[in-house]
């Protein structure tokens, strides 16, 4: 269905000072230079702090983690990460996303509703919409004379029968050749001009409700077709929720909001673009709403504070591997199991004189090594000699490993099929030799301290005060 959507966008200048401070909202604090209302800590608390979360904070101990966020999306701006191409992509897109569905009232969405109803009830036309049934002898176009001969014989019968009286519905379900409508005792629905062959259009529309056509041939066949019901289409509050569902579904709203840019664009001539006219009305829905003001800049802070935390800390730590190797040396005593675990291959081969084979080929290499050099000696053509699992394994974790070194009686070891050898290889530990046997842990634990000590060098680098007169009044004005 063709829509046409006609509006108007009045473009909203932008108010200076979104992010001030009324005169009832004192700051709460001085962060690098940059004064913190205490709306926008209040916001950001209460969020963090609802009755679903565990670990929740009094208002003094929060202080503390609101400061070093705040450390850190300035480090980020100092950074310039806002000015990246990645940060403003993702960033308009998500204002976009919040400020795109206010451009579009609830009037504009009725109005759109009454245009889709208007043109349906154009397409329509006089005649409205009927409801009927057929029964359908199919014939193809190509058909011989025979073919036609026995086809007209054959709805000449059918008509017979309904002209003495058989019922409708019952032989329609029997020797109508319609699969779609046969089941339904030949019920084709509502519909209206246009939506059928002409011929068999004509034929419906010139019957009365009640009514039944004598043959009638169409490209489909011959049809005998009974009028059931006629109507013209019910008003449109009838239609109205249908229509604003479906035009939910479809996207209108992005659409309507397209369109009243692209009119306030060319409104102004060409001196505002569309990023302007969004922008604009980011900051005038920021200057009366403070929950969408706080939110936008929450996500603006949060995509600032990944990427230098990215930066400077996660990614940093899980790629050097030589401080991961220093830490983990320097904190041996933190990481202990309470288990032994083996280190090492569970794998089933075909040929018992792989078993030593496999051996051969990995003990002398690292164990980050294994899997390519067990793959070049047995797995690298068209033939698999070798079913392997490498890790560090618990018990419970491998069945082979299980039996064959933790001695676990009665453990059932499912065989590998066309691999019915089963061996393992590696050693038991009774604590991690190496950072990579708890790389995980160490990991976490080595961004930790980086954090630690980043957080640390904020707090020197950047000046930060705290108002304790105005902390004390936070939710309490």
């Avoid at 990614?315 to 591997?321: C, G, H, I, N």
Wanted: hydrophobic content about 40%; aromatic content about 10%; proline content about 3%.
């Amino acid at each position: 269905m063709k829509r046409s959507f006609i509006a108007v966008f009045l473009a909203v200048s932008p108010i200076a000072g979104t992010f001030g401070q009324a005169q009832d909202d004192p700051v709460v604090m001085t962060i690098a230079g940059v004064d913190v209302p205490r709306s926008e800590f209040e916001y950001s608390y209460n969020k963090n702090n609802t009755d679903g979360v565990i670990d929740k904070k009094s208002v003094e101990e929060y202080v503390d983690l609101f400061v070093n966020y705040k450390l850190k999306v300035q480090a980020a701006l100092d950074a310039h990460i806002d000015t990246t191409a990645a940060f403003r992509t993702e960033f308009t897109q998500y204002r976009d996303q919040q400020v795109r569905p206010t451009l579009v009232t609830d009037a504009d969405m009725l109005a759109e509703a009454q245009k889709v109803y208007a043109q349906t009830k154009a397409g329509i036309g006089p005649d409205g919409l009927v409801s009927a049934a057929h029964i359908l002898i199919q014939l193809s176009q190509q058909a011989s004379d025979e073919q036609q001969r026995l086809a007209r014989q054959r709805i000449d019968s059918v008509y017979a029968a309904l002209q003495a009286g058989a019922d409708f519905e019952g032989l329609a379900r029997k020797v109508s050749q319609d699969p779609g409508s046969a089941s339904r005792g030949g019920m084709l629905g509502w519909f209206s001009r246009n939506q059928m062959v002409k011929e068999f259009e004509d034929a419906a529309f010139a019957l009365q409700p009640g009514e039944m056509s004598k043959p009638v041939l169409s490209p489909f066949g011959w049809h005998i077709i009974l009028m059931k019901e006629r109507k013209q289409l019910e008003p449109f509050e009838f239609y109205k929720d249908n229509i604003l569902r479906f035009l939910e579904q479809r996207n209108a709203r992005q659409s309507i909001s397209e369109q009243k840019l692209a009119a306030s664009v060319a409104a102004s001539g060409g001196s505002l673009t569309k990023e302007q006219l969004l922008q604009q009305r980011a900051d005038s829905l920021a200057a009366v709403d403070p929950e969408a003001r706080y939110l936008m800049k929450e996500y603006h802070d949060g995509l600032l504070l990944y990427e230098i935390s990215n930066r400077m800390v996660w990614e940093k730590a899980s790629k050097d591997e030589a401080a991961q190797a220093r830490y983990f040396k320097k904190n041996k005593k933190k990481y202990k199991w309470e288990e032994p675990r083996f280190k090492g291959i569970a794998y089933h081969v075909k040929d018992a004189a792989d078993v030593k084979a496999v051996v051969k080929c990995v003990k002398k290499l690292d164990f980050a090594d294994w899997n390519e050099a067990l793959h070049k000696a047995f797995n690298n053509d068209s033939i698999i000699r070798i079913r392997v699992e490498k890790g560090l394994f618990k018990k419970g974790d491998n069945a082979l490993v299980d039996r064959e070194v933790f001695k676990v009686s009665g453990v059932q070891v499912d065989s590998v099929k066309g691999f019915p050898i089963d061996a393992t290889y590696g050693k038991l530990l009774k604590k991690p030799k190496d950072y990579t046997d708890v790389r995980g842990l160490v990991v976490a634990d080595l961004q930790d301290e980086m954090m630690r000590l980043w957080v640390a060098d904020l707090r020197r680098k950047y000046s930060f005060v705290v108002n304790e007169e105005v902390l004390k009044t936070v939710n309490k004005h």
